[in-house]
Nanobody
Framework: VQLQASGGGLVQAGGSLRLSCAAA????????MGWYRQAPGKQRELVAS???????NYADAVKGRFTISRDNAKNTVYLQMNSLKPEDTAVYYC??????????????WGQGTLVTVSS
């Protein structure tokens, strides 16, 4: 499966960005879609995830500011980021936990999109 992420860029503190990640390939079902981020010199961390049933999970640092959503028909996950802070600056990666038509489970990553928040 191929994941195409988009929507990153440069924004001032307090601004907003919307990330998108579309999956293409022989996907039978997507269990969990998520966004991770990695800042320079830091480990990759979970930002938000959304399960097939719609339940969501957020990192404490983004609760109340970021919203994750998914369009199952388009195999696409979104991350609406509001009230951005300089500490949100990172490369953002989308992640899919999905299964093919043989019901094998896979964990796939997008190429990353850079979000830079200026103070």
């Amino acid at each position: 499966v191929q994941l195409q992420a988009s929507g990153g860029g440069l924004v001032q503190a307090g601004g907003s960005l919307r990330l998108s990640c579309a999956a293409a390939g022989s996907i039978f079902s997507i269990n969990v879609m998520g966004w991770y981020r990695q800042a320079p010199g830091k480990q990759r961390e979970l930002v938000a995830s959304i399960a097939s049933g719609g339940s969501t999970n957020y990192a404490d640092a983004v609760k109340g500011r970021f919203t994750i959503s998914r369009d199952n028909a388009k195999n696409t996950v979104y991350l609406q980021m509001n009230s951005l802070k300089p500490e949100d600056t990172a490369v953002y990666y989308c992640n899919l936990l999905w299964s093919d038509y043989k019901r094998q489970l896979f964990d796939s990553w997008g190429q990353g999109t850079l979000v830079t928040v200026s103070s």
